[in-house]
């Protein structure tokens, strides 16, 4: 089994940062993609930013230039770095992987994690 657990939420100001901290550990032969999606009240849940293997990323367009996603492929780690946040970024932030458990099997099994708060107060 693979887990995911987020680390770094907290409330903060509008203009203010948070980092974000995704760790994977469990039965795992190799890390694939990886994002962070957030689901604010009373919305679907969203894609924030991803990641591949290689650290190539992306960015939702209400984050490009505000937020930077990095991960650490050696510690099995991914980071969401969150600058001038506003008071609609507050959610629910949720870390996403591709995880291969076994070199003999070629499928990467989507995980979740449990969810960190980050609340923006203006």
């Known amino acids: 089994q693979v887990q995911l657990v987020e680390s770094g939420g907290g409330s903060v100001q509008a203009g203010g940062s948070l980092r974000l901290s995704c760790a994977a550990s469990?039965?795992?032969?190799?890390?694939?993609?990886m994002g962070w999606y957030r689901q604010a009240p009373g919305k679907q849940r969203e894609l924030v930013a991803g990641?591949?293997?290689?650290?190539?990323?992306s960015y939702a367009d209400s984050v490009k230039s505000r937020f930077t996603i990095s991960r650490d492929n050696a510690k099995n780690t991914m980071y969401l770095q969150m600058d001038s946040l506003q008071p609609e970024d507050t959610a629910i932030y949720y870390c996403?992987?591709?995880?291969?458990?076994?070199?003999?099997?070629?499928?990467?099994?989507?995980?979740w994690g449990q969810g960190t708060q980050v609340t923006v107060s203006s």
């Open positions: 996403n992987a591709a995880v291969q458990i076994h070199y003999a099997d070629l499928h990467f099994y989507t995980n």
């Open positions: 469990g039965i795992i032969f190799s890390v694939g993609d």
């Open positions: 990641i591949s293997s290689g650290h190539v990323t």
